[in-house]
């Protein structure tokens, strides 16, 4: 025989037998005795205002309340160096052959001086596009030079240019001896300075030794490139200068925490932007689109492209507001926005100075007001229960949950509740599957609504092997604008009814 724990209705029983004289009753062959009887336990509980879901879905730095508690769900991007000066201030890589014929004025047989000296200027044009460069700081850069000639004892050459000067305000001065290979000039920190933009002017003097003007004319190929040139500061004039690569900037509309779509109203985009060019721009948006997982995409604007003036400003500054409605996914929902900036669209020909730091940078606000409609929206959540704190469940013949529901919320709340084994981490019965559960509260006063659950013989040991309820809802406006306050939420209570009917056995071990 086993000992068991007894219950309240047990105890009783065995009181009157223990007051009862040993005398009259024989309980030596008595091998139990039935239990009938029912017990109220505390189940499970829950509160959530709208504020502490904010927090635990990790958006409430996301939310403004109002003082009042009214909210809004705001987020925000940025594009820094959506233009940058740096766009403008690169000239392209090049490679420069020029062939000079130089007539040679010794062929005639005269003494030939000990160094002659042969000079020619030439002109360089820098490629570039939408910039036309009259004086610059040079960041970076290479000059590379290769000399050929059908003179073979061809002497040094000494390459030099009044349109680039040093630091300390030195002509270039670079020495190349042929039959060295390739040499390099290194321009950083040099300055530039032209009469006609882009163009440089290079002087030669090749040195010639003796013994190598037999030719009547000294033929030299000269092979100049240019790589990374860029400047820190350049001054002239800059043509109307689209970006080449169009900005594209996709983002989710709300964390995946929940499903359904909401119909917004009124949500409010602004766009902030900083242009530190001495020159006006313009964003031209020609794409700006919402869809989602059941929502087809559709233009928040109209007309497209949607043309925005963005001025000379030090700081941020709005250029443009407007409000935007329509429905949004909450699961899945993206936005797209693609959009290309010109920068001088009109073209002017003013002189100006563009630095490598000038930029402009783009903020774009979205404030969601929490006022919308609701089409198929879902929310999920679990509550702990104690079913462990029954005794004795083989002597359990029904049990039955009463559950109480406070909502302050303005909608109705109509889904499954489940048990759930996190042990396993299975579901481990459908309590209940209603369209309508919770009542909605429109006029701010707390609605009551009550529910019992009866768990049959057969369900029971599911219940027992349980450890949460499953709290799984579905939010209906029923076609009423709803407005949202951070201090509505719920209250839930739930309590167990059990029935006992069995034999409780026990013995003189």
Request: with cysteine.
């Amino acid at each position: 025989m086993k000992n068991c724990k007894i219950i309240l209705p047990v105890l009783l029983v065995v009181t009157l037998f223990a007051s009862c004289k040993k005398d009259h009753y024989n309980v030596s062959h008595v091998q139990g005795v039935n239990a009938e009887g029912e017990v109220l336990l505390p189940l499970a509980s829950g509160s959530y205002t709208l504020q502490d879901l904010m927090q635990r879905f990790q958006i409430d730095s996301l939310i403004e309340c109002g003082a009042s508690g009214d909210m809004t769900y705001n987020y925000y991007y940025e594009h820094f160096g959506a233009v940058s000066g740096e766009d403008l201030s690169r000239f392209k890589d090049w490679n420069y052959v020029e062939h000079f014929t130089i007539d040679n004025p010794y062929q005639s047989g005269l003494p030939y001086p000990v160094d002659t000296v042969l000079s020619v200027t030439q002109p360089v044009t820098f490629e570039a596009d939408h910039i036309h460069v009259l004086a610059a700081t040079l960041k970076s850069g290479r000059l590379e030079f290769n000399l050929e000639s059908n003179v073979s004892q061809l002497g040094e050459v000494v390459v030099t240019s009044s349109d680039i000067k040093d630091a300390e305000g030195n002509d270039l001065y670079y020495v190349y001896y042929p039959g060295s290979g390739e040499n390099s000039l290194d321009l950083n920190g040099m300055k530039y300075a032209t009469d006609e933009p882009n163009i440089l002017n290079i002087k030669y003097e090749f040195h010639v030794e003796p013994g190598q003007l037999m030719v009547p004319e000294i033929e030299v190929d000269a092979y100049v490139a240019a790589t990374d040139l860029a400047f820190s500061e350049m001054t002239g004039y800059v043509d109307s200068y689209a970006t080449d690569s169009r900005i594209d900037t996709v983002f989710s509309l709300f964390p995946d925490n929940m499903s359904g779509s909401i119909e917004v109203e009124d949500a409010l985009i602004t766009l902030r932007e900083r242009n530190s060019f001495s020159m006006s721009a313009q964003l031209a948006i020609d794409t700006a689109m919402v869809w989602g997982e059941s929502i087809a995409p559709y233009s928040i604007f109209s007309p497209l492209p949607l043309i925005i003036d963005l001025p000379t400003q030090p700081g941020f500054a709005e250029v443009f507001r407007q409000p935007v409605s329509g429905w949004v996914d909450m699961h899945l929902g993206h936005a797209l926005s693609s959009s290309v900036f010109t920068v001088n669209p009109a073209g002017l020909d003013d002189l100006i100075t563009v630095y490598d730091t000038c930029r402009i940078d783009m903020r774009v606000d979205v404030a969601i007001p929490f006022s919308f409609n609701v089409n198929g929206l879902r929310y999920v959540d679990t509550v702990n229960m104690k079913l462990d704190e029954i005794e004795m469940p083989e002597l359990v013949e029904k049990l039955t949950l009463e559950m109480e529901f406070q909502s302050t919320l303005p909608f109705e709340l109509g889904g499954k509740l489940l048990l759930y084994d996190s042990k396993t981490e299975r579901v481990t019965d459908l309590l209940l599957d209603e369209p309508s559960l919770i009542a909605a509260s429109y006029d701010g006063q707390a609605m009551t609504s009550d529910v019992t659950i009866e768990i049959t013989d057969e369900r029971v040991q599911n219940a027992m092997q349980s450890n949460r309820i499953i709290l799984c809802f579905d939010l209906d406006t029923d076609a009423h604008d709803v407005s949202l306050n951070a201090q509505q939420g719920l209250q839930f209570f739930s309590k167990a009814k059990v029935k006992y009917n069995g034999v409780i056995e026990y013995g003189n071990d």
